[in-house]
């Protein structure tokens, strides 16, 4: 962090901020085969050439599971999902929805959402993501 | 020496699993030894290779263990590999046998795990001077366990287990509550089970939710214990006493797998391709198929992950191991009994001790020393451990006289 503060900083690098949220991956542009963090050799093929890609802001819950016991501070209870985003797994949290097996369901319709993590000493704030049910 | 073909497990033991305030690791995996070479009636002296495997403890536990046992400045190779570490000790000792460079092997596991309460979660917390700075792989500003998904072992396997009832329908609380439920009814046999206690359905499905669909009697029990082996070569066995011979148990499969690439094991482990791709070579190796098998002791770490484990080791057709699991078929008494011990849910799951001790539960069925738990007959065993990230190994057990 600069002198220049950042108004907003993503919780994590691959979610890009601005008026429409999204996040990206690292796509090999030998097999097509996406990941979220830096690869030396792609995993699939182990070509060593990516680029950026956008990832689908919206997707199916493919699985869950309602955490109801968590490391400290961690507050419970939270849904964790995987989410099929057009093809592209992603991890993360459902939200804006009770977190039961009455309200959460494979099959599910989802969209990307973001949430403010807080403001620190600088002014920043931080944005985190999840995904909110759309209706089908 | 030359390298040999066939391979056997000539003594074997497992400490009681539980809780151990006053041993150490050394002290309980030295248990296990001194268990196993009494059992295979051989010393030290005969061993060619220690491999062993402990990974919550201080590190070089072959050595600390040999100063305990007998220090002969044989190679030690301590391995680790998540809660494969027990399967890959053993896999290493057969390694060396099955090249020729020696012809007896030693391996051993151990943890101590007793109150080590969850594991798999947490992460660093946020800076002391308050400002979203961003660290690690991922830039990650906070700590992602719990804001991205969960990292906690539970609430992995249970989204396992879920995502393959999506797959194919089926599934429910309930249905997994039921695997526990057996289980736990399994381990009642076992006198060396961390504990013993049948369970009803609703007591599982009453007990304190850990991840949904796992409560806590559905979660692998932390405690304390070892299990070491000795293995040799074909043609070091044909020197040894009628007694020797007739008690050692044929490794005729030894396989051990990590993940080929697939799309979504890059943000959920995916425990079911390794797993299928361990049968596949098993089975190949071994001759047989899972028809075969009289009793499989497989890696159920949660509920939710004996299910999928019924699939990828092909005991059911494809798609089909909910009905597996109601035809009745994993009870002891059932068409192909699946974690007669009581698994990993009630017999413990001390973690580098798991991947020995499940051979140990197959080797007493196949030597008819099982007790008062013996499977009638059992003459081809199967065990199964996965440790995450992934690593899977499958040994195939033989009775000398099938």
Known sequence: MTDTVASQVPLVEYLVLGDKPHLVAQECTSCGARFFDRRNACAKCFATDFRQVDIATTGVVRTFTIVAYAAPGIPVPFVSAVIDCEGTSVRANLIEVPADPEHVSTGMNVELATYSLGVDDNGAEAIGFGFRPVAA | MSASDEIWILGIHMTKFGKYPNHDVVDLGAEAIMGALADAQVTMADIGILAAGNLM?????????????????????????????????????????????????????????????????????????????????????????????????????????????????????????????????????????????????????????????????????????????????????????????????????????????????????????????????????????????????????????????????????????????????????????????????????????????????????????????QIEGAKVGLAHVIGLGSACGIHVLESSAA
């Open chain 2, 57 to 373: 403890g201080s590190g070089g536990i072959g050595q600390q263990l040999q100063k305990q046992v007998g220090q002969t400045g044989i190679p030690v190779f301590n391995v680790s590999n998540a809660c494969a570490t027990g399967a890959t000790a053993l896999r290493t000792a057969i390694m060396a046998v099955k090249a020729g460079e020696v012809d007896m092997g030693l391996a051993v596991g151990v943890e101590k795990l007793a109150g080590a309460g969850l594991l798999g979660g947490g992460g660093k917390s946020k800076s002391d001077d308050n400002v979203w700075s961003p660290s690690g792989r991922y830039g990650a500003v906070a700590p992602t366990d719990g804001r991205i998904g969960t990292d906690t072992m539970p609430g992995v396997f249970a989204q396992i287990g879920m995502e393959y009832g999506h797959k194919y329908g089926g599934t429910s609380f309930e249905l997994f509550a039921r695997i526990s439920e057996k289980n736990h009814s399994h381990s009642t046999l076992n006198p060396l089970a961390a504990y013993n206690k049948a369970m009803s359905l609703e007591q599982i499905m009453g007990d304190i939710m850990i991840a949904y669909p796992n409560t806590r009697p559905m979660c692998s029990a932390n405690c304390d214990g070892a299990a070491a082996a000795v293995v040799v070569s074909g043609a070091k066995l044909k020197t040894l006493s009628l007694e020797q011979q007739r008690r050692a148990i044929k490794v005729t499969a030894s396989v051990l797998t990590s993940d080929p690439w697939q799309e979504a094991c890059q943000i959920l482990p995916d425990v079911n391709t390794l797993t299928r791709n361990a049968a596949l070579q098993a089975y190949e190796l071994a001759g047989v198929g899972p028809e075969d098998l009289d009793l499989v002791e497989l890696h159920d770490c949660f509920a939710t992950a004996e299910l999928v484990h019924y699939d990828n080791l092909m005991l059911c057709e494809e798609g089909g191991a909910v009905d597996f699991f109601n035809s009745g078929a994993p009870w002891r008494d059932g068409r192909l009994p699946v974690n007669v011990s009581g698994g990993l849910q009630s017999k413990g799951h001390p973690i580098s001790a798991t991947g020995i001790a499940n051979i140990w539960e197959v080797c007493q069925h196949l030597r008819n020393e099982g007790g008062q738990r």
